[in-house]
């Protein structure tokens, strides 16, 4: 079983506007093919979800609706985001840009599970 799935412009959609009425805590990773960040940060974020059973992980390819950086506030991937579903108002957080980021991956696992473990609560 892949422990990251891809998720679609009109699933991330239904997320983001409060259709998913079961309550769920879902971390999407915002990436571009182009990004050499995104696409060396993949492996480090599939570890995270394998040690998180109890949260969906989802990849969003912003090409597939560019937008969604406008709708959710950010600027350039990749961007991680935490939201939990299951109220007419999903709560959504971004995760914020790291103090020094990795020159290969952006991000560090450790950051990543700080974030996941702040905002899980």
């Known amino acids: 079983m892949m422990a990251v799935k891809r998720i679609s412009k009109r699933a991330l959609q ?3 506007s409060g259709d998913v009425k079961e309550s769920a805590t879902c971390v999407i990773k915002f990436y571009s093919n182009g990004c050499h960040y995104c696409r060396k ?9 394998e040690e998180h059973e109890d949260i969906v992980f989802f990849a969003f390819n912003i ?9 959710l506030d950010f600027n350039g991937v990749p ?10 108002t999903p ?3 971004l995760m914020g840009e790291p103090e020094r980021p ?8 450790g950051e990543i599970q700080r974030f996941i473990e702040k905002e899980n609560r």
């Open 63 to 71: 090409a597939d609706y560019p937008s969604v950086q406008k709708v």
């Open 79 to 88: 961007t991680i985001s935490l939201i939990r579903t299951g109220t007419t």
């Open 41 to 49: 940060l993949k492996d480090i974020f599939e570890e995270v979800a």
């Open 91 to 93: 709560r959504i957080r």
């Open 14 to 16: 239904k997320i983001l």
């Open 102 to 109: 990795d020159k290969k991956t952006w991000y560090r696992q």
